[in-house]
């Protein structure tokens, strides 16, 4: 049935990349721009966006911090402050040479991210343990040179949140690492309806000049994993390579721990990925920009439009309701709205009219519900509230049955070919296995989880005394 009407869409099982592209563009999310690499985010798409900042941004107030907004350029002099930060970042930074027609005298980097610029500020602000803890927060875009780029997944500029914290004591800039970790798992799994895994990155998978970092880890339709936030811990690094000092309560002079932890427009591209169907986009009730679309039925007919109208008016109370009355034909407008991943179709016609009730058609199951009007407003939350969770537990079913055990590394390459997901293999710690694993089954170190399982005294690859359990998986 879904070839028959979504002739655009490569089915997800012939081609992923491709329904994915698909998607993205048939949905009105984006558009290509002429500069490889960047994309336009189209109305719809940045409503999402809208909607995923907004719940962010209000957890992100909500836990004490503050927003600010930095410069876009860095002095090349800044950038390279920090060692490893700069090595990090190096070959995928965009360079500003010229202002007008004359050559700068130093060149600047357009932010690939924002560490250096908070440590100039707060070095110049920060002078009192009665300064701490500063809790700045920056909604803004970055630029990354990347030579592969993919709608929402890995693209030029991006849009973000970065939030970067200084604290007097390393246990309290822990505290917030562990802290933002907890809010970016909540938006993923309360509003995006995206189960995740939390865990922290091996030495090799950290940020570039962080301590520790911590991640929360997806898993989509296909199998690859997604990186889906991220939270540092930066020890003093920074603040010994910037000189941000403070004088404590004994009045000696004390190095600032800081923290920072980020969270973009990638996620739209999980989203698709882990709810997406061969009809198109699925959208989270919570997430979704429309949650009901009113698809008048025979609206040529006297009554129906104004009833409809009517009924957008008194459901918008409790929903974010649209209607299309275009003259299009309905079986055009269930499609599009399909296509769109809209939660809930609502069909009006004058029939239905007559016996005081409407049609729901759930874009999850594709499922249609007749619901007399009368129980409207009882029933519609409690089904919004059921797509989400349903969409849920979908997806934890998904990873659950993707998330396999291997204890030799042959049977951890046989498995990434034959069950493509989350491989959980025990590790020793050292670079050469990581390495070595990624090499062999291009598959990398995703995070070792809190949650550690034994599944057995040795390395997956080396067969020496393990230390970790470690997810494994081929990413994005
Ligand atoms: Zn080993």
């Known amino acids: 049935m879904a ?36 994309m336009i985010i189209r109305p719809y798409g940045f409503a999402l966006w809208d909607n995923i900042k907004n719940e962010l941004d209000r957890r992100i107030k909500e836990t004490g911090h503050e927003n600010v907004y930095m410069p876009l350029f860095i002095p090349e002099s800044l950038l390279q402050k920090e060692k490893d930060h700069v090595e990090g970042f190096a070959p995928e930074v ?74 007097a004591t390393d246990e309290e800039a822990m505290e917030e690492t562990i802290k933002m ?40 339709h296909d199998g690859k994993a997604l990186q889906s936030g991220t939270s540092h811990h930066f020890g003093t690094g920074f603040a010994e390579a910037f000189g941000i000092q403070y ?49 008048p039925i025979a609206q040529h007919k006297e009554g129906v439009l104004d009833f409809a109208y009517n009924l957008k008016n008194t459901l918008s109370r409790i929903a974010r309701v649209d209607i299309d009355a275009s003259d299009k034909k309905p079986g055009w407008k269930f499609n599009e709205y399909e296509m769109k991943g809209i939660p809930v179709r609502l069909e009006i016609g004058p029939k239905d009219i007559e016996n005081k009730q409407v049609v729901l058609v759930r874009r999850d199951t594709l499922e249609k519900v007749v619901v007399p009007i009368a129980e409207l407003e009882v029933k519609l939350p409690e089904l919004l509230d059921e797509i989400q969770a349903n969409l849920y537990n979908k997806a934890l079913k998904h990873r659950e049955e993707r998330t396999s055990v291997a204890l030799t590394l042959p049977e951890l390459k046989e498995t990434l070919e034959t069950k493509p997901g989350f491989i959980k293999a025990m590790w020793c710690g050292d670079l050469a296995c990581e390495e070595k694993i990624k090499e062999e089954t291009t598959a990398t170190s995703r995070c070792i989880p809190f949650e550690q399982e034994h599944l057995s005294d040795q390395c997956v690859c080396c067969g020496k005394e393990a230390k970790h359990m470690v997810y494994w998986a081929k990413a994005y």
């Open 94 to 167: 965009a360079w500003v040479t010229q202002g007008g027609s004359e050559e700068l005298t130093e060149r600047l980097v357009v932010r690939p991210t924002s560490e250096v610029l908070f440590c100039e500020h707060y070095k110049n602000i920060i002078h009192s343990y009665r300064d701490l803890p500063k809790l700045y927060n920056q909604w803004a875009n970055v630029v990354r040179w990347e030579k592969t780029t993919r709608p929402f997944l890995r693209t030029l500029e991006f849009l973000w949140q970065e939030g970067h914290t200084a604290h």
């Open 247 to 295: 004088t404590d309560q004994e009045g000696k002079l004390q190095y600032v721990h800081q923290t920072s932890w980020g969270f973009t427009t990638r996620i739209i591209g999980a989203l698709i990925m882990v709810h997406g169907d061969d009809r198109g986009l699925v959208i989270p009730p919570k997430a979704a920009p429309i949650q009901v679309m009113i698809v």
């Open 3 to 38: 070839k028959e009407f979504v002739k655009d869409v490569t089915a997800m099982d012939e081609d992923f990349a491709q329904w994915y592209t698909d998607v993205v563009t048939k949905a009105d999310l984006i558009d290509y721009s002429s500069v490889r690499g960047s």
């Open 181 to 220: 970790l907890n809010v970016y798992a909540s938006i993923c799994e309360e509003i995006l309806a995206i189960p995740v895994v939390k865990g922290q990155k091996t030495e090799k998978e950290k940020f570039a000049g962080a301590k520790a970092t911590f991640t929360i880890e997806s898993l989509m």
